[in-house]
């Protein structure tokens, strides 16, 4: 269980890593445009973190994508 979790969770890194960079951000104007802090980025990024919803919704509205799209769930 432990394992899927942390495959999840670094799966939902890469894809908002990949969707920040596609839109040309840094980790430092994404964090701003998203309102949460920088080292939540990174921590997002490398799989360390459990977003909350609310999170994933901010990080969303900043890539202008849906929460589907997003998480790939």
Do not use: C
């Not at 977003?51 to 900043?62: G, M, N, Q, T, Y």
Request: glycine share 6%; proline share 1%.
């Amino acid at each position: 269980m432990a394992n899927d979790k942390e495959k999840i969770l670094r799966e939902l890194g890469s894809r908002i890593q990949k969707m920040r960079l596609e839109k040309g951000y840094s980790t430092r104007v994404f964090a701003y445009r998203a309102d949460i802090a920088h080292s939540t980025v990174e921590k997002l990024e490398s799989g360390e973190m459990n977003p909350s919803f609310i999170v994933l919704l901010k990080l969303a509205e900043a890539l202008e994508v849906d929460l589907k799209m997003l998480t790939g769930y």
